[in-house]
């Protein structure tokens, strides 16, 4: 299953959205997109993987990261596999959501 990346903006909402086996290659595009939603004050920023089947710790790395700019603007809202909804703050957040959404991946 090859990974995608789809940016999607509604008036002052982003919602980025997921799919796939998402790899290494990924995370630079995606950190760049969330450092300019967060830098534009978008809001809410939504990161929508519930069509992700596995998940690169580099990509849950930059995904961490953007957590933590985004927090003073309400922080990223996340959403997992199986109905899974975390805001997510700080890197331990985000970590956690991962741990739970993937569990053989921890």
């Known amino acids: ?49 519930t069509d992700v089947v596995a998940i690169d710790d580099g990509v849950v790395s930059v995904l961490a990261a953007a957590s933590m700019q985004a927090a003073r603007r309400g922080g990223i809202d996340l959403r997992l596999p199986r109905g899974r909804c975390h805001l997510v703050k700080d890197a331990s957040a985000v970590r956690h959501a991962f741990k739970a959404a993937y569990p053989a991946a921890a």
């Open 1 to 49: 299953m090859k990974q995608q990346m789809v940016v999607i903006h509604l008036d002052d909402a982003s919602l980025v959205w997921l799919s796939g086996v998402v790899g290494a290659s990924i995370a630079p595009a995606l950190y760049d997109v969330l450092r300019e939603l967060v830098e534009q004050q978008r809001k809410p920023v939504m990161v929508d993987c």
